[in-house]
């Protein structure tokens, strides 16, 4: 025999109280709205972007209370501070008015003393540009203890590789050279009929390189004949004949650029990418050549040759003394520069 209880709420033993029923809680979190078919809200979210739906106008209930501006200035205030400005503006001029026009302050004002940089130009003395002598030429001996002997001068060449000499030290070089001088092609020189080297305006006498050094034949230096130093002939320095070359300036002009050939990249500074600037001594003489050429600071890699070779090829309007076309020294630079 069974007994069955009452339930007074309905629900059998395992059901739970409705707080604590979990499908009670999802059907309370799933709103009727969230239910809407998506296609529905997005045809109605198109619609209002097109057609907005017009909302009733705005009504504003506040209204704007007056409040007493304590930052600024009243009328009598700003009254007050333009007519203290103006007081101020006219005593100060007015004072500037009694100033400038009582005699005793314009008395005083003229006899001040003004200051100014005193002119000193009458007592610089006016020096007269110097003139330049010649400074070519050439000279040289072996420290004999007696004087060059008169002997013919070698040929003249743009280099010398070797200086004449009239006592012959090595009689039996292994590399027989013809003895130069660095000469312009065009100068007059004086002629011996001599079958050995030696200076033409010096005495004859017993065969002797004369007491100077560096190989030539005089009482200078350098492997030319003569005084001077350097591998050309006469008094003076740097080649040419009696000194031949001149520096630019105490009226002379300096050479001018006409035709120029662009130096050539060496393979090892093209591979290397090497750049720089090679300074160049040069000689330019009456005709407008180059000689005389040698590095004054190289960059190495090949570019010091190909400097000097593409110079050499230079033409110049040769510098001028007394109206009268002389050669000059100067220094060129020779720029390398990649593309």
């Not at 909302?55 to 600024?72: N, Y």
């Not at 290397?272 to 000689?283: E, M, P, R, S």
């Amino acid at each position: 025999m069974s007994v069955e209880t009452a339930n007074p709420k309905g629900t059998d033993r395992n059901s739970q109280p409705e707080d604590h029923n979990p499908d009670l809680h999802l059907e309370r979190l799933l709103v009727t709205e969230t239910q809407e078919p998506w296609f529905r809200t997005f045809v109605t979210r198109i619609k209002e972007t097109i057609n907005p739906p017009k909302l009733p106008p705005l009504e504003v209930t506040s209204k704007p209370v007056p409040v007493k501006d304590i930052w600024g200035l009243t009328s009598g205030q700003e009254s007050k501070a333009g007519s203290l400005s103006l007081i101020v503006h006219a005593t100060v001029m007015t004072l500037l008015l009694v100033i400038g026009t009582n005699e005793t302050i314009q008395k005083k004002a003229k006899e001040a003393v003004t200051l100014i940089a005193p002119d000193l130009q009458p007592y610089i003395p006016k020096n007269a540009p110097k003139k330049q002598a010649m400074g070519g030429g050439g000279g040289g001996g072996d420290r004999s203890p007696t004087p060059p002997a008169k002997g013919k001068l070698p040929r003249p060449a743009p280099k010398q590789f070797t200086p004449p000499m009239q006592v012959v030290q090595n009689e039996q070089p292994k590399l027989i050279m013809e003895p130069t001088l660095v000469i312009q092609p065009d100068a007059q020189l004086p002629k011996v009929n001599m079958p050995m080297f030696g200076d033409p305006l010096a005495r004859i006498g017993p065969p002797s390189n004369g007491p100077g050094s560096g190989a030539g034949i005089g009482s200078g230096s350098g492997g030319g004949v003569g005084s001077g130093r350097g591998a050309g002939f006469g008094p003076g320095e740097g080649g040419g004949v009696g000194g031949g070359v001149y520096k630019i300036g105490g009226g002379v002009s300096a050479p001018t650029l006409v035709f120029k050939v662009e130096p050539e990249y060496s393979e090892e500074a093209r591979k290397a990418k090497f750049q720089g600037t090679v300074v160049l001594y040069v000689v330019v003489d009456e005709k407008g050549a180059p000689r005389d050429l040698r590095v004054v600071r190289p960059l190495g890699l090949g570019l010091d040759e190909k400097a000097i070779e593409a110079v050499t090829k230079w033409r110049f309007r040769p510098g001028y003394k007394d109206g009268k076309p002389v050669p000059v020294a100067a220094t060129i630079e020779v720029n390398f520069r990649l593309l």
